[in-house]
């Protein structure tokens, strides 16, 4: 999975970017795809997500805090596993960018391309990780 440092994130808004460990743009993160009780992050927390690519550009989905901004700040809080609503609306969305960027080329009968098919196995797998 991706991982990162949240830029900045604004609560009121309910959106903020994280700054990609790889070094790629800046990735969207709308509230949510926060854990279950974040309802906001600090500047610098270190996060793990998922990628999905939109009309508007990449944006994070199934965001974990791993880490907390500073050594001296409290503990971030444990990622709980998600709600069973919560998990199906994941799958609804997943299943949405599925229909749209895998089955198009299945159906005429080649595979995704390999950037394409990195990232939706990246996202099987960290939905895979909360099914279990």
Known sequence: MPSGRVKWFDAEKGFGFVSRDDGGKDVF????????????LAKGTKVEYSIIDTRRGVQAMGLHVLAAPQ?????????????PEELNSL???L????EQQVMPPLARGRRPDRKTGAKIAE??????SDLE
């Open 29 to 40: 993160v709308h509230r949510d795809a926060l854990p279950e009780g974040v309802e906001e």
């Open 71 to 83: 050594a001296g700040a409290p503990a971030a809080p444990e990622t709980p596993k998600r709600s």
């Open 91 to 93: 799958l609804q969305d």
């Open 95 to 98: 299943i949405g960018v599925l």
């Open 123 to 128: 996202l099987l797998r960290a939905v895979a």
